[in-house]
């Protein structure tokens, strides 16, 4: 932790699902709390969106500054401020942030305070059982699921890209139009190898007299 002579150094992260006066309540609210107790703010991160990867630029500037101990302590309003991605993530995110030496308090949990070491060790203890016991429900439902789609003669496993000729036809279309496969994988999410296994294994034939576009025909594997 950082030198008790000097200001704890925080980094305030406020997060919400669309409405920006709440964002600005948040905000003042944590600033005047983190003023009451004598820290220095250095850092205010901020994200507006469903919680999901690609909307949390804040917060992934917020770790990239915690690896590099530009602060001592997070800020938050709330954990679940912190991740939507369930306890297992929660518990690595953490774990990892004690590791970078920075604790986490939250402002509408007084009791979550992991500067306080006591507090810190029970917390990552009671979460991380939570966590196991949330991933075996996950595990057994997914069984339960597996079996029930078996008894029902359902194909199981993820589907083909090669099954999918609208997808296959844009990927043609891509590569027609000078794309590498690294920029049509990215623009399609998929991976390259997937993208050449489809150029790959698609043959392009135009008809004469035909507007709509090229017929596709897939290569029997050999």
Not at 175 to 188: F, P, T, V
């Amino acid at each position: 932790m950082s030198n008790p002579s000097k200001p704890m150094r925080v980094a305030l992260y406020c997060r919400v699902s669309t409405d920006r006066q709440e964002l600005e309540n948040r905000r003042e609210a944590v600033l005047r709390a983190a003023a009451a107790r004598g820290w220095r703010v250095v850092g205010i991160y901020e994200d507006v969106g469903s919680g999901a990867k690609s909307d949390r630029e804040g917060f992934r500037r917020l770790l990239r500054d915690a690896a590099r101990r530009r602060f001592d302590l997070i800020y938050v309003w709330s954990l679940d401020r912190l991740s939507r991605e369930g306890l297992a993530r929660t518990v690595q995110l953490l774990e990892q942030l004690d590791k970078w030496g920075v604790r986490i308090v939250s402002h509408t949990e007084p009791y979550l305070d992991t500067s306080n070491e006591l507090v810190r060790s029970i917390l990552l203890a009671v979460v991380a059982t939570l966590a196991k016991l949330e991933r075996q429900k996950i595990s057994e439902r997914t069984k339960a699921g597996l079996e029930r789609a078996r008894r029902q003669g359902k194909r199981l496993g993820r589907p083909s890209v090669l099954e999918d000729e609208r997808l296959c036809r844009r990927i043609v279309e891509l590569n027609a139009q000078g794309l590498s496969r690294r920029r049509i994988a990215r623009e399609l999410g998929l991976s390259p190898t997937t993208v050449g296994k489809v150029l790959h294994s698609v043959k392009v034939k135009a008809p004469r007299g035909c507007a709509a576009g090229p017929r596709l025909e897939l290569s029997s594997p050999p």
